[in-house]
């Protein structure tokens, strides 16, 4: 079993900047993907970015594409999100996830860090 640990969050002033951390441990750690989402109060969880464990592509939400960067540290089984520019609607709790090989969907979820934007 992997576990997913993120921190990070915090309060910020808009124009800010952030970065995330999510760190896994458990069993050998091989993903197909890691991925970030977050939930807004009153609002569904939604997709943010995603990064292959592999060859380290990525892609992005249109809402933080130019502000946001995702990466990975393979030797430290880490992903992380910076994250610049925050605006007052990026707060909401943020979750780091992963998806392992030949599964269609993340199928192991971090318990999630709340990032403020004060306006």
């Known amino acids: 079993q992997v576990q997913l640990v993120e921190s990070g969050g915090g309060l910020v002033q808009a124009g800010g900047s952030l970065r995330l951390s999510c760190a896994a441990s458990?069993?050998?750690?091989?993903?197909?993907?890691m991925g970030w989402f977050r939930q807004a109060p009153g609002k569904e969880r939604v997709f943010v970015a995603r990064?292959?464990?592999?060859?380290?592509?990525?892609y992005y939400d249109d809402s933080v594409k130019g502000r946001f960067t995702i990466s990975r540290d393979v030797a430290k089984n880490t992903v992380y999100l910076q994250m610049n520019s925050l605006k007052p609607e990026d707060t909401a709790v943020y979750y780091c996830?992963?998806?392992?090989?030949?599964?269609?969907?993340?199928?192991?979820w971090g318990q999630g860090t709340q990032v403020t934007v004060s306006s």
């Open positions: 458990g069993r050998t750690f091989s993903p197909d993907k």
């Open positions: 990064v292959f464990w592999g060859d380290g592509g990525t």
């Open positions: 996830a992963g998806q392992s090989r030949f599964v269609g969907t993340y199928d192991y």
